[in-house]
């Protein structure tokens, strides 16, 4: 299994950053995949969730209305479209599936 994001960034609060996560490895249309994101000095969290096929997500509440979780089973990629971003959504961003996690990108929010 092999997961590369990229996309992160550094932006200021109320911007845009859509990440990237290509696929390798495993049968990648069959498996719910996930965005997580480690802030400093805290622990790992899930951010957004989507089923194999891409009709159904879900949210972590502090992101809900904000981040859009889609997936190319074609592309064997799934993104993670943030709006409104916040100082508080500094992190390291990593998609995951399997117990499987890529190396992450780095999103910081600052003026």
């Known amino acids: 299994v092999q997961l590369v994001e990229s996309g992160g960034g550094l932006v200021q609060p109320g911007e845009s950053l859509r990440l990237s996560c290509v696929a390798s490895?495993?049968?990648?249309?069959?498996?719910?995949m996930s965005w997580f994101r480690q802030a400093p000095g805290k622990e790992r969290e899930v951010v957004a969730v989507?089923?194999?096929?891409?009709?159904?997500?879900n949210y972590a509440n502090s992101v809900k209305g904000r981040f859009s979780i889609s997936r190319d089973n074609y592309k064997n990629t799934v993104y993670l479209q943030m709006n409104m971003l916040k100082p508080e959504d500094t992190a390291v961003y990593y998609c995951g599936t399997l117990g499987y996690w890529g190396q992450g990108t780095l999103v910081t929010v600052s003026e």
């Open positions: 989507i089923s194999s096929g891409g009709s159904t997500t």
């Open positions: 490895g495993f049968a990648f249309s069959t498996y719910v």
